[in-house]
């Protein structure tokens, strides 16, 4: 073989990995932390240390999660920064970013911005970044978080379920979405209509589907239609958060086609999970909005087929676990939160598999366009010139979930027992592989991720 071009850092050799272009073989040559050349195999890359990984795995970039709850500080016993990014890391993501609330305080002015920066430093093992909080009373410090680093902000349309991030009042969202449309900001909404919940029957108890009657798609809807309805009188960019409702589908659509600046994720458990089969009791599988019907769950699918929901992030929100409220399994009582960080490729590619799809879709979904929605324009991609963040993925093993295996705090999670395809071999941050021992993670801002 001919060797030709520059001696790289590192050159990774696979006969499986992920582009933009698609899934194929090639070679790529990783210099000073970033990708220096995506290459074919015969290209001979050289490099002061080649990888040739196995003919089973695949390489992947670095997946890109932006919907963490990490709680800390305030509410480590939740979860913390330290077993957070290690969860992601053994799951093959290399980025997260942490939601406002849930840590005392909340990411609501520079301030509070300061504190979580100050509390993640030196314990993270992948890269950070944080969005800011949208409550009432805080529209001036929209523009000094902006500029402080966050990537957006997010708000509430009903209770958050803490006290301390009160929700905006449908009245309200127009005026910060204004301010935001000022720089460009970005605003991640809660969809679901506070009036509507009130209307419902209440929760008590452990019946799943009592439950589940409490959070109507209905809200969802609703809440919807009104951010549409609001983001486009003021041409401002908004964000549906863990859409669960597939009758929202048509409305995102229309809007998209209409012009209206509006994008929408989906999470892990609302494309795997259905609720005929969650048993009474488990409240472990509480979220909100709920985890809905097998036949919502496939409308979901397509709604990622055709693109009108843009990503698939965790909604990564553990809690201690009496806060589950496991001894009387009252999904009324029950912290409302689904721990999957570092097991949502396995469970998205078990489902997507199924269903047709391939890694070139999942990296899709769980990469590259998170990556963009939040503007981190060095992440989320097997190209020249982004950090040289990858994942090594074994599509075909099984992994069967042992929650006392998994990295983030508490062993609870909707996912245990269950058998799942795909094992992530290692992960890789900035070129170097990652071991769990030493924190490599940087913090991210806007601008200068």
Not at 189 to 198: K, L, N, P, T
Not at 360 to 385: C, F, N, T, Y
Request: with cysteine.
């Amino acid at each position: 073989m001919m060797m030709t071009g520059p001696m790289h850092d590192t050159v990774l050799r696979a006969r499986r990995l992920v582009t933009t272009a698609g899934e194929g073989s090639g070679c790529v040559g990783v210099t000073g932390g970033r990708i220096a050349a995506v290459a074919p195999l015969e290209a001979g890359l050289e490099g002061r240390k080649v990888v040739e990984l196995d003919d089973d795995v695949v390489l992947l970039p670095g997946l890109v999660d932006t919907h963490v709850h990490v709680n800390e500080p305030g509410r480590t016993e939740w979860e913390g920064f330290a077993t957070a990014t290690r969860a992601a890391a053994g799951g093959g993501v290399t980025t997260i970013l942490d939601m406002p609330l849930n840590s005392i305080p909340p990411t609501v002015d520079v301030a509070a911005l300061e504190v979580k920066r100050k509390s993640a430093q030196g314990q993270c093992s992948v890269d950070v970044g944080f969005w800011g909080g949208a409550v009432p009373g805080n529209l001036g410090e929209l523009r000094g978080l902006h500029d402080g680093g966050v990537f957006g902000f997010k708000c509430f349309l009903l209770h958050s379920g803490v006290d301390e991030f009160p929700p905006l009042r449908p009245a309200e969202l127009g005026a910060y979405l204004e301010t935001l449309r000022g720089f460009d900001g970005l605003m991640l909404v809660h969809a679901e209509d506070s009036d509507a919940i009130d209307r419902a029957p209440g929760c008590s108890g452990g019946h799943y589907r009592d439950f589940l009657a409490s959070r109507p798609r209905a809200a969802e809807n609703l809440a919807v239609a009104h951010v549409i309805e609001a983001a486009d009188a003021v041409r401002a960019r908004a964000h549906i958060l863990h859409l669960s409702s597939s009758d929202a589908l048509p409305m995102l659509a229309g809007a998209r086609r209409d012009g209206v600046r509006i994008t929408a994720e989906t999470c892990p458990h609302y494309l795997a999970l259905s609720a005929e089969e969650i048993p009474d009791g488990a409240t472990q599988f509480k979220c909100c909005p709920p985890v809905r019907e097998a036949s919502n769950r496939e409308l979901l699918w397509r709604g990622l087929a055709d693109g009108t929901i843009d990503c698939v992030v965790s909604d990564h929100s553990p809690c201690a676990p009496e806060l589950k409220r496991f001894d009387t399994g009252d999904f009324g009582l029950a912290w409302g939160g689904i721990a999957s960080l570092e097991i949502g490729l396995p469970v998205v590619w078990t489902e997507a598999r199924r269903r047709g799809f391939g890694l070139a879709d999942v990296v899709r979904w769980m990469a590259e366009r998170p990556a963009r929605l939040a503007g981190l324009g060095r992440k989320g991609q097997i190209s020249p010139g982004y950090d040289a963040d990858f994942c090594i993925f074994a599509p075909d093993d099984v992994l069967v979930v042992d929650p006392y295996r998994l990295h983030h705090k508490h062993p609870v999670t909707p996912y245990g027992g269950r058998s799942l395809l795909g094992v992530v071999r290692s992960t890789w941050l900035r070129g170097q592989e990652l071991d769990g021992d030493e924190p490599r993670g940087r913090l991210l801002t806007r601008g200068g991720a």
